[in-house]
């Protein structure tokens, strides 16, 4: 399992992912603390690769979501917060 990054709004951090034939688990939490405990936050990830799509990820205050992202295949993935709360991100690799 890869450390666990909090980003606030509008950074971003890269992960590595397994190669073909294995999958890799990108996961995001939304950070709470006292101050942003009723808003959801927005943040995207995309693989580094020439004309990939954002995959944009939405998540209510608290909330917890597991994304495949098996298809970058062994490439780079950025996770950027879009929001403006922080978020805590991490995969299994």
């Known amino acids: 399992m890869s450390d666990q990054y909090k980003l606030n709004g509008g ?3 890269v992960f ?3 190669p073909v034939g294995l999958s890799t688990y990108l996961t995001i939490e939304s950070y709470i603390d006292d101050n942003n405990h009723s808003n959801p936050t927005e943040s995207l990830w995309h693989i580094e690769l020439c004309c990939q799509h954002d995959h944009n ?3 209510d205050p608290g909330a917890t979501t597991k994304i495949d992202v098996s298809e ?3 490439a780079l993935i950025t996770v950027r917060n879009e929001g403006s709360w922080p978020i805590l991100v991490w995969t299994d690799y």
């Open 72 to 74: 970058a295949k062994g």
């Open 16 to 18: 590595s992912t397994r």
């Open 57 to 59: 990820v939405s998540l």
């Open 11 to 13: 950074q971003q951090h």
